[in-house]
């Protein structure tokens, strides 16, 4: 069975800081990896994927995500925070192609202030 | 492509009646999966279908059902509710293909409030 573990149930930045969320995974097969974003009173909107290609994945909105094997991470990142940022975060993972059952973490509240 | 939409987007029922939430995916997409998500729990897996099949399922009793029309469009269905159905629902559809990592789109949820 796989699983995800988000680090920090809420994280405060400055807008222009750097925003890390951290996502660790465990798998007993390579994993497909995806961060999504949620809005207030939204559904999810995916923001990047890992599918075994590129390790470093580049997504919407100027974020981006390190697949780390060795440390069994994929932590999203964003140079710069903007006041638009602010919204709940979740890592997810799937383990079987065409199966897209996903696996969730419990999510991280992104806090933007001026 | 219009997007993944469910209706209602808000539902509120009493303890013991029973509700259905519709689903319709992305055309072209023939997978859907259903996902409860709670201030507690979180976002838990419901179900997948595939060509009207269930394919997958998570792990809720039996009041939750579902199911698949030939069009892809889907249903679930919760009957006798308890006040700790009350959570978002919602819908994501993908192309359902083998072989390939298959991204999961979601839709706007539906509200659903037990009293």
């Known amino acids: 069975a796989q699983s995800v573990t988000q680090l920090g149930s809420h994280v405060s930045v400055s807008e222009g800081a750097l925003v890390l969320l951290r996502c660790n995974y465990s798998?007993?097969?390579?994993?497909?990896l995806f961060w999504y974003v949620q809005y207030p009173n939204q559904g999810l909107q995916l923001l990047l994927k890992?599918?075994?290609?590129?390790?470093l994945v580049k997504g919407i909105n100027g974020f981006e995500a390190e697949f780390k094997k060795s440390e069994t991470s994929f932590h999203l990142t964003k140079p710069s925070a903007h006041m638009s940022d602010a919204a709940e975060y979740f890592c997810a993972v799937s383990v079987a192609a065409g199966y897209s059952t996903l696996t969730f973490g419990k999510g991280t509240m992104l806090l933007v202030s001026p | 492509k219009a997007g993944v939409t469910q209706t209602p987007r808000y539902l509120i029922k009493t303890r013991g009646q029973q509700v259905t939430l519709s689903c319709s995916p992305i055309s072209g997409h023939r997978s859907v999966s259903w996902y409860q998500q709670t201030p507690g729990q979180g976002l838990q897996f419901l179900f997948e279908y595939f060509s009207e099949t269930q394919r997958n399922k998570g792990n809720f009793p039996g009041r939750f059902s579902g199911r698949q029309f030939s069009n892809s469009r889907s249903e679930m269905n919760v009957s006798t509710l308890e006040l700790g159905d009350s959570a978002l629902y919602l819908c994501?559809?993908?192309?359902?293909?083998?072989?390939?990592?298959?991204?999961?789109?979601f839709g706007p949820g539906t509200r659903l409030t037990v009293l």
């Open positions: 994501a559809s993908s192309s359902g293909l083998a072989g390939a990592p298959d991204t999961q789109y």
């Open positions: 890992y599918t075994s290609a590129a390790t």
């Open positions: 798998s007993s097969v390579p994993p497909y």
